[in-house]
Each structure stands twice: as structure tokens, then as C-alpha cells.
């Protein structure tokens, strides 16, 4: 069984600051890990996924996400927050044939100016 | 290139009825997935298809059926709607052997009075 914990519905950060979402996942197998940014009635856009290579993964707009298997931790980070960040992220697992996803409940950002 | 399209962007029906939603891969793309999003959660899988033959089903039920056609295209039909199947209906697509790449599409909002 796999699943995926979101820690945060809601976050907020300043315009500059770091931003940390936090997804914590369970596996019965070795997992494949993935986030997605959603922006208002748009569908889910990858932003890097993980997939038993290179443990930090960077993805596009400057985010990356550490796979931690002792704490079994994908969060993701980014070291400068820009308005245009704003939406709702999604951590998601599969199983390395990818065959079904399990997503979380989602963190929206916030950035304030 | 054009990426995943979805059709209709919106969709209203009353209880009951039954409904179809479309779904055209990204160019090149031979697997089709549908995920469900209710409202302020994160996308459950529905199915995927590949080859016009479902290769994996979540934990929906019956009521909900797919289609995929020789052009990769694919349907999602649900029969007998009910209030809580109101959600936005997203497709993704990928290529087999690729299938932890899935690239989604808008969705279509399904509401069900």
C-alpha cells in the first residue's frame, strides 16, 4: 500500500523567504516520488519527481526536493519565494512501473509581498 | 505540439443522468489515466488504459467506465450520478514504458445538482 502526508494545508511566506512543503510518504515498495503545482482551474503540472537515482532532485522554477529514505521525507524547497508561486502543490507516489499515483491533499502557498 | 485536451471545460447534470467526458493524449502518447479531484483534495485514480484495455482501476466503482480508442483517445462515462460525484475530472497522459511521466490536462468540472 502507498500513500502520501502532506504536513501544512495552508502555508505562507514572504515574498524572498524560503518556502518548505513537507510530504512524508509509506511504500511497501521502493517508491517513485513526484510534486505537482496546481494554479487555478489548471490541471497539475510536474515540477521534478524522484525516481531511485540522484537523491536531490532539482525540477523547473528553481524547486528541488530531497529524498530522505530514513525518514521517509520528499519535501520540497525552494530558496527564494516569487509571487508567481502561489498555487496548491501535490506530493505524489507510485510504484516504480507507475501504473497508479497516490496523491496528497494538497498545501496551498501563499507569498506575501 | 499540442498537450493533453480535455472536453468540456464545464459540465452540469442532475442526479441520475449519466455522463461522458473526452480526453486527447499529448501527441505521441499511447496511455490514458483519469483522476477524480473533489473539491480542496487531491486527484484519486480513477483508471488508465492502454491498447484500448483498462491495466488498472482504483477504488471506484462500477458506475464509472472508460473507453479508449484506436487514436489514443479515451472516454470517461459515469452512470447513475450522484451529488458527491461533483468534482473536476482530470486526464493524464503518458507512453508505457514512461508511465511515472504523465502530463495532465485541464480537467473538466462536473457538477452534479
Known amino acids: 500500500a502507498q500513500s502520501v502526508t502532506q504536513l501544512g494545508s495552508h502555508v505562507s511566506v514572504s515574498e524572498g523567504a524560503l518556502v518548505l512543503l513537507r510530504c512524508n510518504y509509506s511504500s511497501s515498495v521502493p517508491p517513485y516520488l513526484f510534486w505537482y503545482v496546481q494554479y487555478p482551474n489548471q490541471g497539475l503540472q510536474l515540477l521534478l519527481k524522484?525516481?531511485?537515482?540522484?537523491?536531490l532532485v532539482k525540477g523547473i522554477n528553481g524547486f528541488e526536493a530531497e529524498f530522505k529514505k530514513s525518514e521517509t521525507s520528499f519535501h520540497l524547497t525552494k530558496p527564494s519565494a516569487h509571487m508567481s508561486d502561489a498555487a496548491e502543490y501535490f506530493c505524489a507516489v507510485s510504484d516504480q512501473a507507475g501504473n497508479q499515483f497516490y496523491f496528497g491533499t494538497g498545501t496551498s502557498l501563499t507569498v506575501i509581498p | 505540439d499540442a498537450g493533453v485536451t480535455q472536453s468540456p471545460t464545464h459540465l452540469i447534470k442532475t442526479r441520475g443522468q449519466q455522463v461522458t467526458l473526452r480526453c486527447s493524449p499529448k501527441s505521441g502518447h499511447d496511455t490514458v489515466s483519469w483522476y477524480q479531484q473533489a473539491l480542496g483534495q487531491g486527484p484519486q485514480f480513477i483508471f488508465q488504459?492502454?491498447?484500448?484495455?483498462?491495466?488498472q482501476r482504483g477504488n471506484f466503482p462500477d458506475r464509472f467506465s472508460g473507453h479508449q480508442f484506436p487514436n489514443y483517445s479515451s472516454e470517461l462515462n459515469v452512470n447513475a450520478l450522484l451529488l458527491g460525484d461533483s468534482a473536476l475530472y482530470l486526464c493524464?497522459?503518458?507512453?508505457?514504458?514512461?508511465?511515472?511521466?504523465?502530463?495532465f490536462g485541464p480537467g473538466t468540472r462536473l457538477t452534479v445538482l
Open positions: 524522484y525516481t531511485s537515482a540522484a537523491t
Open positions: 493524464a497522459s503518458s507512453l508505457v514504458q514512461y508511465t511515472d511521466t504523465q502530463y
Open positions: 488504459y492502454y491498447e484500448e484495455e483498462e491495466r
